[in-house]
Structure formats: C-alpha cells, structure tokens
C-alpha cells in the first residue's frame, strides 16, 4: 500500500478539552507518523477558504464561526493509507453516530464540534495541507 499523507486538525473543542497529546497518541498508536504540527488559531478568511466546497451549506457561517473562535491544533500525518486510516480513527462526521473508541464518539460534542477533521481524498489531502504547510515546514523522511 501507498505512503500517503493527510491534514487532521484538532478543532477548538478538541483543544480546549486538553486533549491534544491523548489525540496524538492515537495516531501514533495506529502507525501513523507525524510529519508537521502547529497551532493556529484562524482568520475568517482562512477558515472560508479552507471550507470552499461547503460555502452553500446552511451549517457554513455558523461553522466558520466555531473554527475561529479558538486555537486550533494542524498536524500533517503520513503513513500507509493515512487518508482512510486517519478517517476510521476519527469516526464518522456526526459522533453521535460514531463507534465507542473513535475520537469524535469519545471528543466530539456534536454534529458541528465534532473535535478533528480530515481529509476525505487523496486529492483533498494534497490541497488541504499545501493550504497550512509549506515544504520546509514537513519533516521529510524519504
Ligand atoms: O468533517 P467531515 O468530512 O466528516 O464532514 P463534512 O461533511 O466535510 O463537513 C465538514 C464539517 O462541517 C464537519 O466536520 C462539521 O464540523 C461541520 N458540519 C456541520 O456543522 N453540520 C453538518 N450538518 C455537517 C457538517
Ligand atoms: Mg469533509
């Protein structure tokens, strides 16, 4: 299987929660590697842009407003299959109908502060994470 790389974002109520470090030890725990990670706390610009595809959903403002009340956590994650294996760690979009033992069952709070995101694609991955790292900003093993 392919070495791939994917964004997740750890969204403000994963932060405020204090579970940034318990998150990244599931990554780690699942073989994923962690190749870039900040915090940022976003503009709403940033947030419009990052979001683009859902810009005619009705959850679009009220979810810009949520992702830049608050720091949030970027991390870029590489390993075999990250794309997917980062999707099934995480659970489904609603926690509420997440399995026990996937981060937003066990984080998120509901449907919109869901504690993490991640790319849905490997094309979405590639845009997704060019859009929060440069390439100097990536720790290259290869
Ligand atoms: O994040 P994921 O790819 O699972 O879901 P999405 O359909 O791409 O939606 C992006 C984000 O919008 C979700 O993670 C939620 O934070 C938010 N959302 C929402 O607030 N209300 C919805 N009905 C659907 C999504
Ligand atoms: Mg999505």
Request: glycine share 8%; proline share 4%; net charge neutral.
């Amino acid at each position: 299987m392919a070495i791939e790389r994917t964004l997740a974002i750890i969204k403000p109520n994963g932060v405020e929660k204090n579970v940034v470090g318990e998150i990244i030890s599931r990554i780690e725990s699942k073989g994923l590697r962690i190749v870039g990670a900040r915090f940022v706390q976003l503009s709403r610009e940033k947030a419009e842009g990052f979001y683009i595809e859902h810009k005619d959903k009705t959850f679009f403002q009220g979810l810009v407003h949520f992702m830049t009340g608050y720091p949030i956590f970027l991390l870029c994650l590489e390993g075999e299959n990250a794309v997917f294996l980062w999707r099934e760690i995480m659970g489904p979009t609603d926690p509420s109908k997440a399995a026990p033992g996937t981060i937003r069952k066990d984080f998120g709070d509901n449907i919109e502060a869901n504690a993490v995101h991640g790319s849905d694609s490997l094309k979405s991955a590639e845009r997704e994470v060019a859009y929060f790292f440069d390439k100097s900003q990536l720790y290259n093993r290869f």
